[in-house]
């Protein structure tokens, strides 16, 4: 009923003239006919070529471990013994090579996993083999051996997560419950969703229905360019689902795939939120304040110390610590990053470069 109202609302925002009686509107001479059912049948074709585009290159993933038997809420296809543990998730497909295909999806699809089969739309299944795995983003990559009978599977094409916008539509791909792949319609709910559950944040938030199942699948934009990859649901709530925006899904898919790990960064501090009796007491509106500098860290080299408040990093201006930790964690290894902190009253600039963070590899 919801996308129903909206579909009208669309109809009449491209009927509706001056003059309501009449469908023609007059525009340097040439007459344009709008119809009400030309703006409902485009936009179902839209989605529908949407749809059609995308299946080829988006999977179901069951990845099986011997440690208990499947879940009651899996059993809907008689194939799945129930001697034998059973994850569903989802995937799509990234990049493909003369003898792989790379197909990315969340790590914990896959972590315990002692056998994954990939199945495509086509019904065909082939064992996969991890390409990489990274449990703190909760990104896996795998690839699966190219034959005839996926030959002519292509890329999704990548989007642009940053030209996104609260209330574009956008569709969720998966297969909830094993039922088989399922399009859900949806909009951007909220952009820059931080829920605390991982070290990659940043979450795209859509009320596209995403349900158990669809976790590893592609949220698309009406281009049929992937945004982002669904990862999260609070299943308390109803039209509460998250996706990972794609760009950092590719920053860490790309790592995966080159080294079969993810080599991350760090500037060697611990930062806490300001409260806010101390932005009054220092007058500002944002910024984190620097509780430990780790010794011989690229901070401490550089000269931030204990006390420091971080305003910005590269110029974005830094509210949480989860910001800060976000775009450190992105970073490239020897990239140089300009920091400006408050301390004493002043802002200071300081210049550092990213390490690599060696005790957590």
Known sequence: MYYFLILISLVFLFSCESQPEKEVIEKKETKVIYKKEDVVKTLQERISSVIQKA????VTILSKSTESETPIIFKFNEDIPS????????????KKDSQFLYIVTNNHVIEKAKTITVRFHNGYKTKSIIAGKDAESDIAVLKVKINPKIANIKPLEIGNPSKLKVGYFVLSAGSPYNVGLTFTLGIISALHRNLGISAYENYIQTDAAINPGDSGGPLLDLDCKVVG????????????????PIDMVMDIANQLIAYGKVQRGWIGVITEKLSNYQKKKLHLNYGVKVIKVFKNSPAYKAGIKAGDIILSVNGKKIRTSAELKNIVLRGKIGETLNIV???????LNFNL???KLVDKQ
């Open 83 to 94: 001697i034998e543990n059973e994850s569903l998730g989802s995937g799509f497909v990234i």
């Open 353 to 355: 470069k990213i390490e």
């Open 229 to 244: 990859m669904n990862t999260a649901i609070i299943q308390a709530g109803q039209g509460l689902g998250f996706a990972l």
């Open 55 to 58: 299946t080829p290159s988006i």
């Open 341 to 347: 902190v408050f301390r004493h009253g002043k802002k």
